[in-house]
T-cell receptor, first 113, second 111 residues
Framework: EPEVTQTPSHQVTQMGQEVILRCVPI?????FYWYRQILGQKVEFLVS????????KSEIFDDQFSVERPDGSNFTLKIRSTKLEDSAMYFC???????????FGDGTRLSIL | EDKVVQSPLSLVVHEGDTVTLNCSYE??????LLWYKQEKKAPTFLFML????IEKKSGRLSSILDKKELFSILNITATQTGDSAVYLC???????????FGTGTSLTVIP
């Protein structure tokens, strides 16, 4: 069964550094999403992406965040200047349409020191 | 403010028991409610519900939605240790692509 893959599985970074989290969505999906889950808290929506542009973003997704689809398969989340409170599990998801279930990757655990 | 509330927060049962997990929501322009199972990593999709009163079933798991009372339940019969996980409920709106997640119910099944 096709799946969403994310790399790396764990990223440790110094505060203030830039990080790029990578995702390969399911190949025939057109809608891509990033969510985060701070330890012990609920999964929170960050951004959705369709047709090479952001279609929706939450209040969390401020100017330090950006997303990109640099080629036909990858979907990336960049955090420009990381803060301690960015430590969380970041999930990528994809779906064939906005009305079909979103399928999640295994996540990248981001630890900011 | 849109919100999704799951109960109970955690549950410990013995193998063979039947459990009912609850999800209530207050979301404007409701479109769909999804159930996911989260073990150590990725939430894995279980059910998508859009219409009231129609039960979705997969093996020992079943789920139903009540759009009038704004809740859904997830039933697991004859529980097994492999059912131990966090079960997440997520609600989508007709306007927009994001899903609003509850905090989840942590289920532990003891042999």
């Amino acid at each position: 069964e096709p799946e969403v893959t994310q790399t790396p599985s764990h990223q440790v970074t110094q505060m203030g550094q830039e990080v790029i989290l990578r995702c390969v969505p399911i190949s025939n999906h057109l809608y891509f999403y990033w969510y985060r889950q701070i330890l012990g808290q609920k999964v929170e929506f960050l951004v959705s992406f369709y047709n090479n542009e952001i279609s929706e973003k939450s209040e969390i997704f401020d100017d330090q965040f950006s997303v990109e689809r640099p080629d036909g398969s990858n979907f990336t989340l960049k955090i420009r200047s990381t803060k301690l409170e960015d430590s969380a599990m970041y999930f990528c998801a994809s779906s064939g349409s906005p009305r079909t279930p979103q399928h999640f990757g295994d996540g990248t655990r981001l630890s900011i020191l | 403010e849109d919100k999704v509330v799951q109960s109970p927060l955690s549950l410990v049962v013995h193998e063979g028991d039947t459990v009912t997990l609850n999800c209530s929501y207050e979301v404007t322009n409701f479109r769909s409610l999804l159930w996911y199972k989260q073990e150590k990593k990725a939430p894995t999709f279980l059910f998508m519900l859009t219409s009231s009163g129609i039960e979705k079933k997969s093996g020992r798991l079943s789920s139903i939605l009540d759009k009038k009372e704004l809740f859904s339940i997830l039933n697991i019969t004859a529980t097994q240790t492999g059912d131990s996980a966090v079960y997440l409920c997520a609600v989508g709106r007709d306007t927009g692509n994001q899903f609003y997640f509850g905090t989840g119910t942590s289920l532990t099944v003891i042999p």
